[in-house]
């Protein structure tokens, strides 16, 4: 669906990217000809994965970095920098998260939550912005969720920490339009990753078929879904798109919102009776 150069020339940096999500971004726009950066904690994952993109024939540095600490932000866009002369896209993906009741939290699991999602992003953000700004111009996608507007119980911290994403990516869209650096997010439903998989959606419970059955579609995300969605967002072909979260969840947070959608359960059968019996009433006024 795009021409196979879409991002010659460009040199993304995706943070979380040597694992699930991050990793079939990276995978489709290395595809798509952009040299990349890739940046975790667990540097033989990266290894791993850069290994693996380096098959699409893009260039790949595997950074370890933690997104919390300020000083491996800059030495990660440091090394970036020397690696490939600049960053022109910046995918903020790295991300924490666990089920919880928020009464069991403590304040380490809150703000565990919060320092990678919320302060990671920031980090990355300012760090990288800045030298989007010298170079003349960037883009930054955040991936964020859809609980991120509506809230969702028991993962309380990182609704909280995606809201502040949210918040943070239509701020900057507005305050760095003058710089030619343009913000938008994507907002994912589920999509099978080990990671989420692992923290979320604990075996034995049903939890997976009563997620999917909440979907309009029926099914999870396929990652190149997103990660085409991710390679438009950040190609020039959307330049006019700023500030915007594109939600890619099959229907699911507007299943659960409108207040009759769970008519869809009334049967065919009892919507002709129904029927018949207005008309009939209509005959007798
Ligand atoms: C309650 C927990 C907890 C749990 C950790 N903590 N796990 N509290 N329930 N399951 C608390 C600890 O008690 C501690 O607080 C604090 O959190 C820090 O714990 P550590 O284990 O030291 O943290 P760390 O090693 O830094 O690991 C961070 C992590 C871990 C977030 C806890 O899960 C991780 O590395 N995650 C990265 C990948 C990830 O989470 N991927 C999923 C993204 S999916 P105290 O107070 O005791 O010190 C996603 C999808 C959303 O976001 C939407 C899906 C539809
Ligand atoms: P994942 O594979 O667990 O991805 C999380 C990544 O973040 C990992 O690569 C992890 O690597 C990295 N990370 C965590 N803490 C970090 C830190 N302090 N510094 C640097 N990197 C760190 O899970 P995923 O499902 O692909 O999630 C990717 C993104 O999609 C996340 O933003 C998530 O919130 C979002 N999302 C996912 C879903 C879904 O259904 N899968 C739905 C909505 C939103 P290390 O452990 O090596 O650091």
Known sequence: MFEKDLLAGKTVLITGGGTGLGKSMATRLGDLGANLIIASRKAEVLEAAAKELRETGAGVLPFTCDVRKPADVQEMVSRGLKEFDQIDVLVNNAAGNFVSPTEMLTPGGFK?????????TFNCTQTVGRQMMEQGGGTILNIVTTYAWTGSGYVVPSACAK?????????????????????????????????????????????ERAMKKRIPLKRFGEHQELANLAAYLVSD??????????????GEWLKGAGEFNDLDKIPRSVWKGLGALRKGKGKQS
């Open 237 to 250: 072909g959307s330049g006019y798109i700023n500030g915007e979260v594109v939600t890619i969840d099959g």
């Open 112 to 120: 565990v939550i919060v320092d990678i999602v919320l302060n990671g």
């Open 163 to 207: 809201a502040g994403v949210l918040a943070m990516t239509r701020s900057l869209a507005v305050e760095w339009a003058k710089y030619k650096i343009r913000l938008n997010a994507i907002a994912p439903g589920p999509f099978p990753t080990e990671g989420a998989w692992q923290r979320l959606v604990p075996p034995g419970l049903g939890i």
